[in-house]
T-cell receptor
Framework: AQKVTQAQTEISVVEKEDVTLDCVYE???????LFWYKQPPSGELVFLIR??????QNEISGRYSWNFQKSTSSFNFTITASQVVDSAVYFC??????????????FGRGTQLTVWP | NAGVTQTPKFQVLKTGQSMTLQCAQD?????MSWYRQDPGMGLRLIHY???????DQGEVPNGYNVSRSTTEDFPLRLLSAAPSQTSVYFC????????????FGSGTQLSVL
């Protein structure tokens, strides 16, 4: 079973629309870490955010915001007033904090976001 | 500050050939890892290392070897390349094994014919 599920394979929006990328994770650990990475068309992987399991506060960084809900095992990412430069593949990832899987970062399959002018 | 350096950027191999993908980091990171990225599959962990002399398998280790003789270097060896190993490979490092963000190299596009 996948530890990280990104159900949206592709999303298309028009510039200035808000868009939410969904991420659902699965773990039995009480200590874990969640991440979002961006992969623009150039191919590099860019770190966006890290959240540990003990910190459920939502975070806002400019036009980006993240909603972490342990009750639903979700860590969703919202882009407000999207721009063409936001077009990229976005990956959600999970790292467990202990046990035999310590050291492994599990990625979702990614969501391709296309923002049209 | 170079960060994580991967070479080569592109490589074409014939089935059965061997090669080594190089990865070096200059941040004194303990943790280093190799991922492969295939269309629609996200990134999958091949091998990782928590320090010099210590390596472990990830999700998809078959067909690949690694070693970590120094803190800086973590090469990935393909012993006998197969078409199924056609992929984009990323090396990544972080300060520690536990929940730190990864710094990624720029990737290697490998084609096995």
């Amino acid at each position: 079973a996948q530890k990280v599920t990104q159900a949206q394979t592709e999303i298309s929006v028009v510039e200035k629309e808000d868009v939410t990328l969904d991420c659902v994770y699965e773990t039995r650990d009480t200590t874990y870490y969640l991440f979002w990475y961006k992969q623009p068309p150039s191919g590099e992987l860019v770190f966006l955010i890290r959240r540990n399991s003990f910190d459920e506060q939502n975070e806002i960084s400019g036009r980006y915001s993240w909603n972490f809900q342990k009750s639903t095992s979700s860590f969703n990412f919202t882009i407000t007033a999207s721009q063409v430069v936001d077009s990229a593949v976005y990956f959600c990832a999970l790292s467990e904090g202990r046990g035999s899987t310590l050291g492994r970062l599990y990625f979702g399959r990614g969501t391709q976001l296309t923002v049209w002018p | 500050n170079a960060g994580v350096t991967q070479t080569p950027k592109f490589q074409v191999l014939k089935t059965g050939q061997s090669m080594t993908l190089q990865c070096a980091q200059d941040m004194n990171h303990e943790y280093m890892s190799w991922y492969r990225q295939d269309p629609g599959m996200g990134l999958r962990l091949i091998h990782y290392s928590v320090g010099a002399g210590i390596t472990d398998q990830g999700e998809v280790p078959n067909g690949y070897n690694v070693s970590r003789s120094t803190t800086e270097d973590f090469p990935l060896r393909l012993l006998s390349a197969a078409p199924s190993q056609t992929s984009v490979y990323f090396c990544a490092s972080s300060y520690s094994i536990k929940g730190e963000k990864l710094f990624f190299g720029s990737g290697t596009q490998l084609s096995v014919l």
